[in-house]
Structure formats: C-alpha cells, structure tokens
C-alpha cells in the first residue's frame, strides 16, 4: 500500500521534507506520490497538520488491531502505545513501552496550560505537529569538551524553562542523561518527560534510568535501544490528539 494524499491537503510541504525516500514530489495542489519510491514509514502522516493522509492511516490502524493486543493498557496511554506502533510498525512496542502512572495526565495538563515543548533533535521538532516545540542545537555550534551537543542544548534549554516544560529526548542518550543529571542537581522540574532515544550506546542505559529514578512516574519511555524520531513524535502527538 502507498500513501494518497487527500484534498484537505494544504500543500505545506511538511512531508515533502520530511519523507526518507523522497517518494513525495512538489505538486500544484498537493504532492504526488512516486509509489515505488514510498515504503510505508508514515513519517508523512505524523508530520502532517491537517491530517490529510486518512486512508493509510485508517488501513494501518486496521492491521495493528490485528497483530497486537492492547487491552491490557488503559486508556489514555492506550493511545500512546497505538501511536508509536502505528508509526514504527514495530508491535514490540506493546510490550516494551513504559508510561508512568501519572504521564499521560501532567503531559495533557502541562500543554493545556502553555507550557514549552523540548526536543533534542530538529527532526522531532519537526515531526511534532499541532504544537510548537523548541529545539537549541542551532545555538550549540560545538560541543563541550566532554560533552555533545545534545547534552549543552538541553542544558541551555533547562536554563530557560527550568520548570513545568515537556521535555522529548527522541534522538541522543546524552540529552536523556544530561536531563536526568540537571534535575538530580535540582536545575529542572519538568512536567513530563518522553524519553525515547535510540541506539547502540547509552540509549537503553538512559531509559532505565529515567524508569528507575524519581522521574519514572511522569515519564513515557521503553525498554532497550528501539526508539528515535517517529516514536518520540508519535508519542508527542498522541498527547496533542488527545487534548479537548
């Protein structure tokens, strides 16, 4: 199956920068689709504003009903773990997700009051719609001698929003830690925190400790070294989708 774009399609071009393969093309009205270009990803769909990709997405959610078993997750952070499936199309998510008790809610609290979105990656700036998230790697041109990037534009993002900020690691392990190791030092009290980095090193490492420390109950995370931009942006706009 391949993506259709409908006529809601407002011709932002959000998917055209954002598809890996570039099976989307600039078009008059809305963008053509080189079907055997397109694999499927969905990242157009989680970028998109007006939600103009309906019929794959309704097809995708279909054959997850299919595949994997969600009952045993409470609604709302049902919801959540449907997302990030239906964007990664990897069903192990249903048992490696991890939310907090209280996530989903301080999340849907913090956004409904205003507060700043903080992602580690412009990427997942970009992959999350329907709200304006902040990304300060731009202003990090180098890292610190022993640190990343990713960890001193988070650190400068904490100096800025110390308190009450949705924070979504989607990307680097050493924004999660660095995240981590500002709040134990007592420089950031976030509302809650979507810690989603992928990778072979430090990513699982990461993501256990924001599930073993005192974060864990306003966190939304999972298990081992899976993560990345689509399941952090998925996770982000599950929350946006379910704001009244």
Known sequence: MTVTIAPSCTACGLCLITCPTDALRPAPKRPDVVDDRCTDCWLCLEVCPVDAIHPIEQESYRILDERVDLSSWPEPARAVVARVIHATADVEYATTMRIGSQAVEAALDALA?????ICDAHMLRVGITRLEAECLL????????????????????AERHPVGALWVIGNAPTALEELLRLHAAGQVNPAAVIGLPVGFVGAAESKAALWSGPLMEVAITNT?????????????????????
Request: proline share 13%.
């Open 113 to 117: 009051a205003g507060a700043p979105t």
């Open 138 to 157: 731009d202003e990090v041109p180098f890292a610190p001698p022993g640190s990343t990037r990713s960890a001193a534009a988070i650190r400068l993002a």
């Open 224 to 244: 081992g070294e899976k993560g990345g931009t689509p399941a952090a942006a998925s996770a982000t706009n599950a929350l946006t989708r379910l704001l009244p």
